[in-house]
């Protein structure tokens, strides 16, 4: 398949259930340090370079075709917030319920069996990207976009912030995206020559913290 495939696994109309996620957003929008379509832009510049680089390359490995027991084990222990691993895993069994609708496939099938509570959704999205077509470059695009366009349209809704502001900022960020997503695939390529632990582990304390506070909030908009 070609390009067309891209477009609609990255449409956040495809029934993934990343709607219903801020990314950390509405955390970050009640502490403050989300106000504005510049401090979004800082928040989102942070995020892609760490959870989105790790993501990305959890992915890309995943749509290269590596073990994705292995993968995600290595995602859990890149995961240290328990929160942000029930929702990584609530994400990707979404995911995977609309892949094997949309593009089946064995390796779905048998993901499926083996994780019946969900797999990290990095590791689902490799797997949908591998079964539609597509290779791990495309996979850790996705990745990397996914990782800033939900917090930008969370925050259009959290703050009633300007869409064009808000779209602004990820037009912005698209060099940095580019980047990020060429890191992982290289990155994925060598984890499949030297084992996991060549993939990115970077980290951000202060979204996992947030994630913790947030899952303890009697009413919230997002589920993370």
């Known amino acids: 398949m070609g390009r067309a495939a891209l477009l609609v696994l990255a449409d956040g109309r495809f029934p993934a259930g990343g709607h219903a996620h801020s990314g950390g957003a509405e955390a970050a929008c009640k ?36 073990d994705p027991a292995v993968l995600d084990a290595a995602a859990d222990a890149r995961t240290p917030s328990p929160a942000l691993r029930a929702a990584a895993r609530r994400l990707g ?43 791990p470059l495309d996979a850790a695009h996705v990745a990397a976009y996914e990782s800033i366009g939900g917090p930008a349209t969370a925050t259009v809704r959290l703050l009633g912030l300007d869409p064009f502001g808000a779209s ?41 913290v947030a994630a913790e506070i ?6 919230r908009l997002f589920a993370s």
């Open 31 to 66: 502490a403050g340090r989300i106000h504005d379509a510049a401090s979004l832009e800082d928040f989102c510049r942070g995020r892609l370079h760490t959870a989105g680089l790790t993501a990305a390359a959890l992915a890309a490995a995943a749509a290269l075709g590596l």
């Open 93 to 135: 069994r979404q995911l995977l319920r609309a892949a094997r609708a949309t593009w089946p496939a064995t390796e779905l099938d048998a993901l499926a069996a083996a994780f019946p509570r969900g797999a990290h959704q990095p590791v689902v999205l490799g797997l949908t990207a591998r079964a539609a077509g597509l290779g």
């Open 168 to 208: 602004g900022v990820l037009a912005r960020l698209a060099p940095e995206l580019d980047d990020v997503a060429d890191r992982a695939a290289r990155a994925a390529h060598r984890a499949r020559r030297e084992g996991p632990d060549a993939l990115p582990a970077a980290s951000s304390p202060l979204l996992d």
């Open 214 to 219: 947030h899952a303890a909030w009697p009413v």
